[in-house]
């Protein structure tokens, strides 16, 4: 496997950048977000549109393809022979902008033969950005926006390196607050009846993702449906696994444990 690490910037930066193309229509007291219905019902807002379109033309410097949330559909025939291909979620988190409680992210991540290589997580909101990489490991990283523009080496400098030693009784569960289904009540139900004190989180986007990669959560269980491929699920599973290697995730349920 080829060394990515210089895409990981190129990455980061696009992330940034959506960000502040994201905050701008997101801050605007004129703007109504211009709010259309895909076809499976979810929302699209003139914000996933804006990020979509910057960060295709940020990452076109590389030579690899973009499989975007908000891209055209290419048929699978086509993209089954990308060996190596970006999957972007631009604004993640559609709801929770719409709602405009600042629970929402841009997500970019990198993979090679169906293995994520590198993934890059920005709020913008909070100017929080988690981001990883084999040869750089995984890091949260504290106000940055687009008006900042550290190195590479500033970063990771400056960076806090996960998992964040964090103490917490029993188990932390972090669920979506958009997407609670019955089947995560009864999951987290069972923990309780095995004994276990339970505090439940709840969180929207990639959100839920991110406190588990730092130690803040122990678990993220989903049983929703997700997209195929949902641009969301790469990003997880790297800077988890990165951050914290003795973890477990599974398709079916969609069950993301920190068991660092």
């Known amino acids: ?23 701008d229509i997101y801050n605007d007291p004129e703007s109504d977000f211009g709010i259309e219905r895909k076809a499976d019902n ?20 590389t030579p690899f393809p973009v499989l975007s949330e908000e891209g055209k559909e290419i048929p699978f025939k086509e993209r089954s022979k990308w060996e190596t291909l ?3 979620d631009p604004l ?33 909101v909070r100017k929080e950005l ?21 190195s590479m080496d500033e970063m990771k400098q400056r960076a806090i390196r996960l998992p964040i030693a964090l103490a917490h009784q029993g188990v932390v569960v972090v669920a979506s607050r958009s997407h609670q289904t019955e089947e995560t009540t009864a999951f987290i139900d069972n923990l309780r009846k ?7 989180i709840s969180s ?16 993220y269980p989903r049983f929703a449906p997700t997209a195929t491929p949902s641009p969301s699920l790469p990003v997880a599973t790297y800077i988890i696994s ?3 290697p003795r973890f477990a995730i599974t398709r079916k349920i969609c069950i993301i444990r920190g068991l660092s």
């Open 92 to 124: 993640d988190g559609t709801k929770e902008f719409i709602k405009k409680n600042g629970e929402f992210t841009v997500n970019i991540a990198l993979v090679e033969k169906g293995v994520p290589v590198l993934g890059v997580i920005y709020v913008p």
């Open 204 to 219: 929207g986007s990639s959100l839920k993702i991110c406190l588990v990669a730092e130690g803040s959560a122990d678990i």
């Open 130 to 150: 988690y981001f990883a990489s084999s040869s750089v490991g995984a890091y949260k990283f504290t106000g940055i926006d687009s008006s900042s523009q550290p």
């Open 242 to 244: 990165t951050a914290r």
């Open 194 to 200: 095995q004994g276990k004190p339970v505090t439940l």
């Open 42 to 61: 979810s929302p699209l807002t003139k914000a996933d549109k804006a990020a979509h379109r910057l960060i295709t033309n940020a990452l076109s410097v």
């Open 1 to 23: 496997m080829m060394s990515y690490a210089n895409y990981l910037y190129i990455a980061i930066r696009a992330a940034v950048d959506a960000g502040k193309s994201i905050m």
């Open 86 to 88: 970006w999957i972007v």
